[in-house]
């Protein structure tokens, strides 16, 4: 498909994806209703990763070190990564499974790649 044809296309798609006034009542939909606001979005956006910080960071704070703190992060860490896959599979009407599984890789994935960069640089490691 030529770069005009995708243009074209990608606009009658999206041209189809629109409400109209009547569509709008029909599903309840109050287009002068307030969906939202800026500082709501940035204080529950701050409260989630927050939150998703804290996870790795809880086995050191309640005592744990070296390789036992490692394990019981990583184990937090797994179990979170796999409960929100699972959400946002059911959320999207997708897999549960393959989308917490695919979270997990995804996450464990980051955390080796941060892990082997702070090797190559020189940080220490367990």
Same mark, same amino acid.
């Given at each position: 498909m030529s770069e005009a044809e995708a243009t074209?296309?990608?606009a009658q798609v999206l041209s189809? #994806?629109?409400? %109209?006034?009547d569509d709008a009542?029909? &599903? !309840?939909v109050d287009e002068n209703e307030a969906v939202g606001s800026p500082w709501r979005a940035a204080i529950s956006s701050f409260l989630f990763f927050g939150s !998703?910080?804290?996870? =790795? &960071? #809880? =086995?050191y704070l309640l !005592?744990?070190? %070296? &390789?036992? *703190?490692v394990v019981i992060a990583a184990a937090a860490v797994g &179990? *979170?990564? #796999?409960?929100? !896959?699972?959400v946002v599979g059911i959320l999207s009407g997708a897999s549960p499974l393959k989308r917490a599984l695919r979270q997990l890789a995804i996450g464990f994935g980051a955390a080796l790649v941060t892990y082997l960069l702070g090797l190559l640089f020189g940080a220490a490691g367990i």
């Open positions: 074209a296309h990608a189809t #994806l629109r409400l %109209d006034e009542a029909a &599903v !309840g !998703g910080a804290l996870i =790795p &960071v #809880l =086995p !005592g744990a070190s %070296d &390789v036992a *703190a &179990v *979170a990564l #796999l409960a929100t !896959g699972a």
